[in-house]
């Protein structure tokens, strides 16, 4: 799934919440990852990755998005 470009980014610019747990938006810019379906402003195109779990997103130096929290289980609370 992660390897959808297109179809991923689509998802993240429509904060569409079906695609929570399926892959995560690491943020090039930043160092942040986010949930697909994150409140912030959609990242540009350019400035973004699509890594297939938050495990792997911290691995390559990525930090949680303190928003969307997506090292947490997708649909939980806290």
């Given at each position: 799934?992660?390897d959808?470009f297109e179809?991923?980014?689509r998802?993240v610019?429509?904060?569409?919440a079906r695609?929570?747990?399926w892959?995560?938006v690491?943020?090039?810019?930043?160092?942040v990852y986010c949930?697909?379906?994150c409140?912030?402003r959609?990242?540009?195109?350019?400035?973004?990755?699509?890594?297939?779990?938050a495990?792997?997103?911290?691995?390559?130096g990525?930090?949680?998005?303190k928003r969307?929290?997506?090292?947490?289980?997708?649909?939980?609370?806290e």
């Open positions: 799934m992660h959808d179809r991923c980014y998802a610019q429509s904060k569409d695609f929570d747990g892959f995560v690491a943020v090039l810019t930043t160092g949930r697909p379906s409140p912030v959609p990242p540009f195109a350019r400035n973004v990755r699509f890594l297939p779990t495990a792997a997103a911290q691995g390559e990525f930090r949680a998005c969307c929290r997506p090292d947490a289980s997708p649909g939980s609370p």
